[in-house]
């Protein structure tokens, strides 16, 4: 009898098994990755049994090809394989595409040419515009080139665009291509270039020493939230117990939510543990996030990982610790594209089944945590609650913009805020200036009286959509329901009503007009692309190159610079109202977070908020620093309108090229599952624009369902919700999804 293997590979959207031959006598096995033919194409597979030819198989006569090379022995291991499977089911994706998304880029499916380094390939950077009228690819494209600052075409070509569309835009002037070097993978990539000084273990606080205490004899399979103050030591507490499973021949997983923050925890690791630290993340290459995963399955010694949220898929075993450091941030929750997986979720189900334990780290945990902890869920409890430093957290002082406006100053910037930053200088201090802004969509508010245009039926604010003032109209973005924008508010009477929201570049140019002399840095994506882009600006800023870093969101997360005295948020109102089940919990733990930059070193810190609405419940609890008291009363909130979590929801995103192709893909999908929502006592709203209802020239459509927690999606399985959708319609399943 003669002995076949079945391979799992990529044939259309799914993966499907085929039977090859192992006559190099390779001696694969399952779990092994290898490369085999198919229909003329090299593909990469993985194989998911060895047996002996049945009668079907003999029919194929000799006819059955040759497995060509084993590319990777044991890549997959049957447990890490369950887990992920159990995993597929919540994230309605077939157990392939799950396995596709865990393992390192470019090992399942079409085979992409081996090592090109040494070789010239075109390298395609974008040009500035001078016409605005680029198609919707071109202009996606030329987006995409902007943001990453240039990049490889073959690249491209495997993100979708087609070499016919960087002609045109080549042609148009918009783009440049020129031949280069091809990057080759150098273990200076991956290794640091200079050893870096060894650091010592600090000596712990008594509060610190309580939380190792705390967390040893926790059970494996187990988690612990870790509640700790801004700056009160929580990645201390990390790195201790860290060095202890590695002592105790275990791996430990590090995970932060913002890549930007890599590079300091890298560092830092690297002093505690040298050379047992490995990065894996968006930032590296795929060659790199190939020959690190290589790493964790060779290994004989135990590892420390630092990575973002794709860290967590890797085959670290035994692995001991997995840390969430700010585990309510959003960024640990995968949107695009499928599966949409939160990280946490699946660190907890992977200690449960594979051993292991989990510490959360956060100054504001997310709600979803907070009702986990014991008694009421498996999740133990430690605390922080005193800074390192001798400074206490900086006192909040509220600036309402309607009195701004009352008194006649219409500006950005109030009076205290200018003032403020004014003596700056003179007194070698620096302030961080939040403006959150971008991927926001807009709404209409009052300045006068703060009252912000609601959606009748769902309790959202509608957004702004349209482009040109006085062509604008509001949706929402559940149900749909349009109002037309009036000029005036309903609630007041104001003639200062009108769509809210500057970017960081329109605050950068008041600040410098008003404020002659002061040192600006801008901070948001677009100043920090690149691999170490986040890490140079901060270094700059660090350095006293400026006085103020005006940025976004990433501004909050992370740094500890001691000359940092003031933390300012601009507009306020553009988080508190953003139309979202969550926004006043994710404003509260940004605007803690951003509260947290200020004050560090040795001098007080203080923190300004600039906000139409004062009296907003998150405001008030910014002000007396009482994020329990906050989570407690948002949780009747949401218990009593059985709300997520408290709920379940799906969200089912759709984007088209063509506005009406995807409208209209959205209205079918909706009238084929409402019957099944009522079925089973869900509730379908929608078809709606999503919030942000246009981007990189493709439109948005959503529609949402709501059910009872701990029920089933009222999904068909499998991949039949896709077998009707036209082809140029993209459709996701996001289900229990952080932006609702
Ligand atoms: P958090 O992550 O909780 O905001 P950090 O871990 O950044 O706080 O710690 C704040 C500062 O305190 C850092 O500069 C850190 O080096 C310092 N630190 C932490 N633990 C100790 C300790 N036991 N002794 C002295 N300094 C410490
Ligand atoms: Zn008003
Ligand atoms: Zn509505």
Redesign the pocket.
Known sequence: MVEVVDVWLEAGRDGRSFTYADSLGLGVAPGDLVRVPLRGRSMQGLVIARRLATSTDADLGTSLQAVQALLQPAAVDPAWRDWLDAMAIRCHTSPFRMLKAALPPGWLGQRVQPSSAGRRIWWVEALPLSDVGLPPRQAALHALLLERSGEWQRQLQQEGFGSQLMQALERRGAARRELRLAPAVTAAAIQPAAPLDPELP????EE?QRVLEAFAPQPAGGGMLLW?????????VYLQLVARELAAGRHALVLTPEIGLIPQLVDRCRRRFGSSVLEYHSGCSDRERVSAWRRTLDTATPLVVVGTRSAVFLPLDPLGLIVL?EEHDSSYKQESPMPCYHARDLALERVRRLGGRVLL?S?TPSLETWIQLEPRGPLALAR?SR???SQPLPPVHVIDMRQELQDGHRRLLSRPLMDRLALLPERGEQAVVLVPRRGYSSFLSCRSCGEVVQCPHCDVALTVHGQRPGRQWLRCHWCDHRAEITSACGHCGSLAFKPFGAGTQRVLERLSEELEGLRLLRFDRDTTGGRDGHRRLLERFAAGEADVLVGTQMLAK?M?LPRVTLAAVLAADGLLHRPDLRAGEQALQLLLQLA?RAG?GERPGQVLVQTYTPDHPVIRHLVDGRYERFLEEEEVVRREAALVPFSRACLLRLSGVSASATATAASVLAERLRPLCQASGWLLLGPAPAPVARVAGRSRWQLLLHGPSGTDLPLPPGSALWDALPRDVALAVDPDPLQL
């Not at 600090?202 to 606080?205: A, F, G, S």
């Not at 700790?228 to 201390?236: L, M, N, P, V």
């Open positions: 600090q000596v712990l606080t610190q700790g103050i801004t700056g009160s030591g929580k990645t201390e450091d780290g100054a922080l800074r390192i430093s992370g500890d947290g560090r």
